[in-house]
């Protein structure tokens, strides 16, 4: 996979007399925690979300294994960037989010649409052309309106074999079996890249976050996925198991997070 190139993601830093490293350890460490699982409020309204936008255009959309890296990328930079730590704007919104019952929510967009979504609180990611961003979470009832008119299903893109992985990279591999939509797949590697920033020290995170958190997205087939499986019983590996309200089964694994080989 190539680099992220021309993305806006802002981790904010470099005001004079701050310091930086140790700010980044704070919202590292807040992100390793873990998150809350409270059940949901009676309110479906009030029920907290991650938005997140994939730029879908009608004329020559992106690979999948790129938009989904993009996605992956974009929502651990929401989490690490700045103005989600101590005494950041984005802070109540985000941790009221992280210590509930984590959800992300991907739609697509096109044109105008994509415009207009960038004039959202967020981070955009670009990689290999293929264009996500990811918003500020917050109630499902209060999703700004440029966002909720988007529609969440309908266009997919066909999966793709884009080579091996580059080993300096993490890998999040997505389990085929599945058969999970391209916005289902967004989602479920958002959470991973998180998971796996969690797992990992804060020095490689730091230096993850250097490179935009860049990452490689792959399709794992039925060998695989027990290779991997089994990485993860060993501790070196990091699994997302849906709550299954979409798709597939409650309980199911659906992507594994692999630190990068060197």
């Given at each position: 996979?190539?680099?992220?190139?021309?993305?806006?993601?802002?981790?904010?830093?470099?005001?004079?007399?701050?310091?930086?490293?140790?700010?980044?350890?704070?919202?590292?460490?807040?992100?390793?925690r873990?998150?809350?699982?409270?059940?949901?409020?009676?309110?479906?309204?009030?029920?907290?979300?991650?938005?997140?936008?994939?730029?879908?255009?009608?004329?020559?959309?992106?690979?999948?294994?790129?938009?989904?890296?993009?996605?992956?990328?974009?929502?651990?930079?929401?989490?690490?960037?700045?103005?989600?730590?101590?005494?950041?704007?984005w802070?109540?919104?985000?941790?009221?989010?992280?210590?509930?019952?984590?959800?992300?929510v991907?739609?697509?967009?096109?044109?105008?649409?994509?415009?207009?979504?960038?004039?959202?609180?967020g981070?955009?990611?670009?990689?290999?052309?293929?264009?996500?961003?990811?918003?500020?979470?917050?109630?499902?009832?209060?999703?700004?309106p440029r966002?909720?008119?988007?529609?969440?299903g309908?266009?997919?893109?066909?999966?793709?074999?884009?080579?091996p992985?580059?080993?300096?990279?993490?890998?999040l591999?997505?389990?085929a079996?599945?058969?999970?939509?391209?916005?289902?797949?967004?989602?479920?590697?958002?959470?991973?890249?998180?998971?796996?920033?969690?797992?990992?020290?804060?020095?490689?995170?730091?230096?993850?976050?250097?490179?935009?958190?860049?990452?490689?997205?792959?399709?794992?087939?039925?060998?695989?996925?027990a290779?991997?499986?089994?990485?993860?019983?060993?501790?070196?590996?990091?699994?997302?198991?849906?709550?299954?309200?979409?798709?597939?089964?409650?309980?199911?694994?659906?992507?594994?997070?692999?630190?990068?080989?060197?």
């Amino acid at each position: 996979m190539g680099s992220a190139e021309s993305s806006s993601v802002e981790i904010h830093d470099g005001v004079d007399g701050r310091d930086e490293a140790a700010e980044f350890a704070v919202r590292h460490a807040e992100l390793a925690r873990g998150y809350g699982g409270d059940g949901d409020p009676d309110d479906p309204a009030l029920v907290q979300a991650m938005p997140m936008v994939l730029h879908i255009p009608k004329v020559d959309p992106p690979a999948r294994s790129a938009l989904l890296a993009a996605a992956a990328a974009a929502a651990v930079a929401v989490c690490l960037d700045s103005r989600s730590g101590p005494g950041g704007e984005w802070a109540g919104r985000y941790l009221a989010w992280k210590r509930s019952r984590i959800r992300k929510v991907a739609r697509r967009a096109r044109g105008a649409q994509w415009v207009a979504a960038g004039e959202v609180e967020g981070v955009t990611i670009e990689v290999d052309g293929a264009q996500a961003r990811a918003f500020v979470p917050g109630p499902i009832g209060a999703t700004d309106p440029r966002i909720r008119k988007l529609q969440i299903g309908g266009t997919d893109l066909a999966h793709d074999d884009p080579g091996p992985p580059d080993p300096e990279l993490p890998v999040l591999w997505v389990n085929a079996a599945l058969e999970m939509s391209v916005g289902k797949a967004a989602a479920q590697v958002g959470h991973a890249s998180m998971l796996l920033a969690g797992m990992l020290p804060v020095a490689a995170v730091a230096a993850w976050a250097d490179r935009e958190f860049r990452c490689a997205v792959r399709d794992a087939d039925e060998r695989q996925w027990a290779q991997l499986s089994a990485e993860v019983a060993a501790g070196r590996a990091v699994a997302v198991r849906d709550a299954g309200f979409t798709e597939v089964a409650p309980g199911s694994m659906t992507v594994i997070a692999v630190a990068p080989r060197r």
